[in-house]
């Protein structure tokens, strides 16, 4: 211990003060009492004596009061600074760091348990070792260098160095003597190597993760990673220029300020969305979550930045998918009851124009009427087909001649004119001649629009057979190719991906329709539409439809009406549809009977059975609002007679019943509205089982 000479020194000083004191104070006390009282030199002798032995007895126990009070005092202070310095060692010691203090000459003079465990070595023998002897050679002379910097600076230094695959954060702090001069160093090192491995893996995790994460510190971007430069399109040195507002599309930077601060205080957990503007100037949606975090020591802001544009289409998609079901639950209800008025005019014009006394003039206008009703037909038909993509209702169709009807009907009085190049062996096709004569009629009318001053439209059809190995996302098979060309203005390449899309329209007045039904038609009868265009000089549509191996059929309107007798019951909830069908049935030869609902149709048909007055056949609309309908009633009359000849009639045509009628127990199927020829064929085919 430095202090014991100087406390020593002390004491001794001390007793010898007192000795002195108290020796000349009883010298000159005694021998002047002495010869004051006592006279004879005998006596003077003797007291002499006595004094001397009581002086020396009197300061033996001074001597010992004093040397042993002091000894009490000295091994308290002893044991003191003993717990003090354990009390320093179990403090040094619980340290994770290692802790040690070097003298100038860079020797240990004094260490913790941490730094003798990493050495391998005990405290005892770290003491008075140079520590360069103790380290790798090109880690002490790093050490060598900041220990002379902190001697030289008199300032502290932080570092970190990395020895045996171990990483290290090491301090090297002065201590100054009473001069103020640095007189030993106070050495800390930390193993860090957990936490830089767990960096490591954060770092990567961060490089690898598919959304952007970005710190923000005074309204600067100070660190990114890959993920937001993907999501931006700026690199890394533009998007650390960058005021971190800057993306922000206009009209959301209020919004965003507003959420980021009330999750940076706690208010608020929910991430929150809004759009960006990339370098391509295209807008992109996000969903951002921020956090407070502290960067380079100072308060900063960690972001989270996930692109959702695909989540927000699919998000639109599901929009307008649930926005087309209350369009088609609508379209529904008004093409059922359009249908039905269809049917009465059409029922009506039919009948006038069997009419032998009629000139050619109103016969020509009856014809108009009727193809005006086709007309309005097609376009209640055409939103039902999109809205709901309704199954087809199949049979074989000619192309050549649904081409032609359909180019005299869309083309008439326009500018434009057709070039049509078939040849005679052309396929049929198994198809809905509604539903593929609304594909050809809005693929003239878009060809016929984008040649506002008229032009050529040539279309041509060819038999071809799709192989596996084919570009073509079609099954393997034989199919009938048609080609729709036209020199119209064109479709820029940024719009060509869009024209099938719902609403989408380069057109003032287009309602984006069109193209969309077609392809969802197309799409329903397993075939494939491909487009080609260029601007200012046409498109071309490619349309791949499933053939049929049969023979091309005949135009069964040469036929003309087929006559026929036997007992008709027709059920249906329309007065004016069963107004015209009995004026058509009694034209016909049939004699028949009428019901408004299934369940007295169902009287009527056990009755007539009962009478031996059977129907030959019964005609059921599918639909009866509030009452029993066709679906219904058809199960019940083939528990009755399993030999039961049913017709499916009805105005919503989309009902899966009527693409798949048999299946259901029908014989028949004919969709509203009809003409008296198609009611006369069907009839023929299911009372007597085959036409002419």
Same mark, same amino acid.
């Given at each position: 211990?430095n202090?014991?000479?100087?406390?020593?020194?002390r004491?001794?000083?001390?007793?010898?003060?007192?000795?002195a004191?108290?020796?000349?104070?009883?010298?000159?006390?005694?021998?002047?009492?002495?010869?004051?009282?006592?006279?004879?030199p005998?006596?003077?002798?003797?007291?002499s004596?006595?004094?001397?032995w009581?002086?020396?007895?009197?300061?033996?126990?001074?001597?010992?009061y004093l040397?042993?009070?002091d000894?009490?005092?000295?091994?308290?202070?002893?044991?003191?600074?003993?717990?003090?310095?354990?009390?320093?060692?179990?403090?040094?010691?619980?340290?994770?760091?290692?802790?040690?203090?070097?003298?100038?000459?860079m020797?240990?003079?004094?260490?913790?348990?941490?730094?003798?465990?990493?050495?391998?070595?005990?405290?005892?023998?770290?003491?008075?070792?140079?520590?360069?002897a103790?380290?790798?050679?090109?880690?002490?002379?790093?050490?060598k260098?900041?220990?002379?910097?902190?001697?030289?600076?008199?300032?502290?230094?932080?570092?970190?160095?990395?020895?045996?695959?171990?990483f290290f954060?090491?301090s090297?702090?002065?201590?100054?003597?009473?001069?103020?001069?640095?007189?030993k160093?106070a050495?800390?090192s930390?193993?860090?190597?957990?936490?830089k491995?767990?960096?490591?893996?954060?770092?990567?995790l961060?490089?690898?993760?598919?959304?952007?994460?970005?710190?923000?510190?005074d309204?600067?971007?100070?660190?990114?990673?890959?993920?937001?430069?993907?999501?931006?399109?700026?690199?890394?040195?533009?998007?650390?220029?960058?005021e971190?507002?800057?993306?922000?599309a206009?009209?959301?930077?209020?919004?965003?300020?507003?959420?980021?601060?009330?999750?940076?205080?706690?208010?608020?957990?929910?991430?929150?969305e809004?759009?960006?503007?990339?370098?391509?100037?295209?807008?992109k949606?996000?969903?951002?979550s921020?956090?407070p975090?502290r =960067?380079?020591?100072?308060?900063?802001?960690?972001?989270?930045?996930?692109?959702?544009?695909?989540?927000?289409?699919?998000?639109?998609?599901?929009?307008?998918?649930?926005?087309?079901?209350a369009?088609?639950?609508?379209a529904?209800?008004?093409? =059922?009851?359009?249908?039905?008025?269809?049917?009465?005019?059409?029922?009506?014009i039919?009948?006038a124009?069997?009419?032998?006394?009629?000139?050619?003039?109103?016969?020509?206008?009856?014809?108009?009427?009727?193809?005006?009703? =086709?007309?309005?037909q097609?376009?209640s038909?055409?939103?039902?087909t999109f809205?709901?993509?309704?199954?087809?209702?199949k049979k074989?169709?000619?192309?050549?001649?649904?081409?032609?009807?359909?180019?005299?009907?869309?083309?008439?009085?326009?500018?434009?004119?057709?070039?049509?190049s078939?040849?005679?062996?052309?396929?049929?096709?198994?198809?809905?001649?509604?539903?593929?004569?609304q594909?050809?009629?809005?693929?003239?009318?878009?060809?016929?629009?984008?040649?506002?001053?008229?032009?050529?439209?040539?279309i041509?059809?060819?038999?071809?057979?799709?192989?596996?190995?084919?570009?073509l996302?079609?099954?393997?098979?034989?199919?009938?190719?048609?080609?729709?060309?036209?020199?119209?203005v064109?479709?820029?390449?940024?719009?060509?991906?869009?024209?099938?899309?719902?609403?989408?329209?380069?057109?003032?007045r287009?309602?984006?329709?069109?193209?969309a039904?077609?392809?969802?038609?197309?799409?329903?009868?397993?075939?494939?539409?491909?487009?080609?265009?260029?601007?200012?000089?046409?498109?071309?549509?490619?349309?791949?439809l499933?053939?049929?191996?049969a023979?091309?059929?005949?135009?069964?309107?040469?036929?003309?009406?087929?006559?026929?007798?036997?007992?008709v019951?027709?059920?249906?909830?329309?007065?004016?549809?069963?107004q015209?069908?009995?004026?058509?049935?009694?034209?016909l030869g049939?004699e028949?009977?009428?019901?408004?609902?299934?369940?007295?149709?169902?009287?009527?048909?056990?009755?007539?059975?009962?009478?031996?007055?059977?129907?030959?056949?019964?005609?059921?609309?599918?639909?009866?609002?509030?009452?029993l309908?066709?679906?219904?009633?058809?199960?019940?009359?083939?528990?009755?007679?399993?030999?039961v000849?049913?017709?499916?009639?009805?105005g919503?045509s989309?009902?899966p019943?009527?693409?798949?009628?048999?299946k259901?127990?029908?014989?028949?199927v004919?969709?509203?509205?009809?003409?008296?020829?198609?009611?006369?064929?069907?009839?023929?085919?299911?009372?007597v089982?085959?036409?002419?």
């Amino acid at each position: 211990m430095n202090n014991k000479p100087i406390q020593w020194r002390r004491l001794s000083f001390r007793i010898a003060v007192i000795y002195a004191v108290l020796g000349a104070c009883w010298i000159f006390l005694s021998d002047k009492a002495l010869l004051t009282f006592v006279r004879t030199p005998e006596a003077i002798t003797q007291i002499s004596m006595i004094k001397g032995w009581t002086y020396v007895l009197l300061t033996a126990l001074v001597l010992y009061y004093l040397v042993s009070s002091d000894m009490k005092k000295l091994e308290e202070s002893q044991k003191a600074v003993r717990e003090s310095k354990d009390i320093l060692d179990a403090l040094l010691n619980a340290i994770p760091e290692a802790v040690f203090l070097l003298d100038l000459d860079m020797i240990i003079i004094a260490a913790n348990k941490t730094l003798a465990q990493r050495l391998g070595k005990s405290i005892d023998e770290l003491i008075g070792s140079k520590i360069s002897a103790l380290l790798p050679p090109e880690v002490a002379i790093r050490r060598k260098a900041y220990a002379d910097e902190v001697i030289q600076t008199c300032k502290a230094v932080r570092f970190e160095d990395m020895r045996n695959n171990k990483f290290f954060d090491n301090s090297i702090h002065p201590i100054f003597d009473a001069e103020g001069q640095v007189a030993k160093l106070a050495i800390l090192s930390l193993d860090i190597t957990k936490r830089k491995q767990a960096e490591e893996a954060f770092k990567k995790l961060v490089v690898k993760a598919p959304i952007g994460i970005f710190i923000v510190q005074d309204r600067r971007i100070k660190i990114v990673n890959p993920g937001l430069q993907v999501i931006t399109g700026y690199g890394e040195d533009e998007l650390l220029a960058k005021e971190s507002y800057s993306c922000i599309a206009p009209g959301f930077e209020k919004f965003v300020k507003e959420n980021v601060s009330r999750m940076l205080k706690g208010l608020s957990s929910v991430p929150f969305e809004f759009p960006i503007i990339n370098k391509n100037g295209e807008k992109k949606w996000v969903m951002e979550s921020v956090a407070p975090i502290r =960067h380079e020591g100072e308060p900063a802001t960690v972001v989270y930045l996930m692109d959702i544009s695909a989540y927000k289409g699919l998000e639109a998609q599901l929009l307008q998918t649930q926005k087309m079901e209350a369009v088609g639950t609508l379209a529904g209800g008004v093409a =059922h009851d359009f249908n039905n008025i269809l049917t009465a005019i059409m029922g009506n014009i039919g009948m006038a124009m069997l009419d032998k006394t009629i000139g050619p003039k109103v016969q020509k206008r009856l014809v108009q009427a009727e193809l005006a009703c =086709h007309r309005a037909q097609a376009l209640s038909q055409q939103l039902l087909t999109f809205a709901k993509g309704g199954a087809p209702i199949k049979k074989i169709v000619s192309i050549p001649k649904l081409l032609k009807e359909t180019i005299g009907l869309t083309l008439s009085g326009s500018k434009s004119r057709c070039e049509l190049s078939i040849p005679v062996d052309i396929w049929s096709v198994e198809a809905d001649e509604g539903q593929i004569n609304q594909v050809f009629n809005n693929l003239l009318i878009n060809s016929d629009q984008s040649m506002p001053e008229g032009g050529i439209i040539k279309i041509s059809a060819e038999n071809i057979m799709v192989a596996a190995e084919t570009d073509l996302p079609s099954a393997r098979g034989k199919y009938v190719k048609l080609t729709f060309s036209d020199q119209g203005v064109g479709i820029s390449s940024k719009n060509l991906p869009k024209i099938f899309d719902p609403y989408f329209s380069t057109k003032q007045r287009g309602s984006g329709l069109g193209l969309a039904t077609v392809y969802s038609i197309v799409k329903n009868h397993s075939g494939y539409i491909q487009v080609e265009s260029q601007v200012d000089v046409g498109t071309t549509f490619y349309l791949y439809l499933p053939a049929r191996e049969a023979e091309v059929i005949i135009d069964e309107q040469s036929t003309g009406l087929i006559m026929g007798q036997g007992r008709v019951l027709v059920m249906d909830d329309e007065e004016m549809v069963r107004q015209i069908l009995q004026d058509m049935l009694d034209y016909l030869g049939y004699e028949a009977d009428f019901a408004s609902d299934g369940s007295q149709a169902l009287e009527k048909f056990v009755q007539a059975k009962a009478e031996g007055r059977p129907f030959a056949a019964v005609i059921l609309d599918l639909t009866v609002p509030g009452g029993l309908g066709g679906k219904e009633a058809v199960k019940e009359l083939l528990n009755i007679d399993r030999h039961v000849k049913a017709v499916v009639s009805s105005g919503y045509s989309d009902d899966p019943i009527m693409a798949d009628f048999q299946k259901y127990g029908f014989c028949e199927v004919i969709a509203k509205p009809y003409k008296i020829l198609e009611l006369s064929k069907i009839l023929q085919r299911v009372i007597v089982g085959r036409v002419n």
